[in-house]
T-cell receptor, first 114, second 115 residues
Framework: AQSVTQPDIHITVSEGASLELRCNYSYGATPYLFWYVQSPGQGLQLLLKYFSGDTLVQGIKGFEAEFKRSQSSFNLRKPSVHWSDAAEYFCAVKSNFGNEKLTFGTGTRLTIIP | DTEVTQTPKHLVMGMTNKKSLKCEQHMGHRAMYWYKQKAKKPPELMFVYSYEKLSINESVPSRFSPECPNSSLLNLHLHALQPEDSALYLC??????????????FGEGSWLTVV
């Protein structure tokens, strides 16, 4: 069964500093990987996704993520955070056999301090 | 346009009421989903419809009844709910469920409070 681990429950970063959110997955083959962001009281917005090819993927809002098969990781990065980036971030994995089930990690809450 | 529209945004209902949550998408997606999200938790899958047929039911209590009238609409009928059912209910859609690499797009959610 597929699973996702986000080891950091809460991260605090100063505005303008760099950010890295960790995500590790467990899956028997190359999975489809996603990062979603959820602002307070809102739905989930897709930041980026990885299916195949270049292991460094670019997303919206200046985010990027790198797929590392050897480490079973898909970490999210941003070089300089803005106060509006404060939100909950979810990593998710989906099988590549047509199964519609999307499995989420437990989420990382990002707080930005001035 | 990757928009999934949910109504109502907020719903308060008594334990004996019958109400419905509605979801609509016009992206031509043929898979639609209901997720439930409790505070400070990730979304949990409830139901999946693929080509208007129920393909996944994650052992959801029968007081939640999904319906997919056509490829653009998805309803969640609510009856005799419990206070612990209070949560954010998220609708989502994706291109044909069996296409490799399809992406799931979420709506803004419906906040449900059961009193």
């Amino acid at each position: 069964a597929q699973s996702v681990t986000q080891p950091d429950i809460h991260i605090t970063v100063s505005e303008g500093a760099s950010l890295e959110l960790r995500c590790n997955y467990s899956y028997g083959a190359t999975p489809y990987l996603f990062w979603y962001v959820q602002s307070p009281g809102q739905g989930l917005q897709l930041l980026l996704k990885y299916f195949s090819g270049d292991t460094l993927v670019q997303g919206i809002k200046g985010f990027e993520a790198e797929f590392k098969r050897s480490q079973s990781s898909f970490n999210l990065r941003k070089p300089s955070v803005h106060w509006s980036d404060a939100a909950e971030y979810f990593c998710a994995v989906k099988s590549n056999f047509g199964n519609e089930k999307l499995t989420f990690g437990t989420g990382t809450r990002l707080t930005i301090i001035p | 346009d990757t928009e999934v529209t949910q109504t109502p945004k907020h719903l308060v209902m008594g334990m004996t009421n019958k109400k419905s949550l509605k979801c609509e998408q016009h992206m031509g997606h043929r898979a639609m989903y209901w997720y439930k999200q409790k505070a400070k938790k990730p979304p949990e899958l409830m139901f999946v419809y693929s080509y208007e047929k129920l393909s996944i039911n994650e052992s959801v209590p029968s007081r939640f009844s999904p319906e997919c009238p056509n490829s653009s609409l998805l309803n969640l009928h609510l009856h005799a709910l419990q206070p612990e059912d209070s949560a954010l209910y998220l609708c989502a859609s994706s291109p044909t469920g069996w296409e490799i690499g399809n992406t799931i797009y979420f709506g803004e959610g419906s906040w449900l409070t059961v009193v």
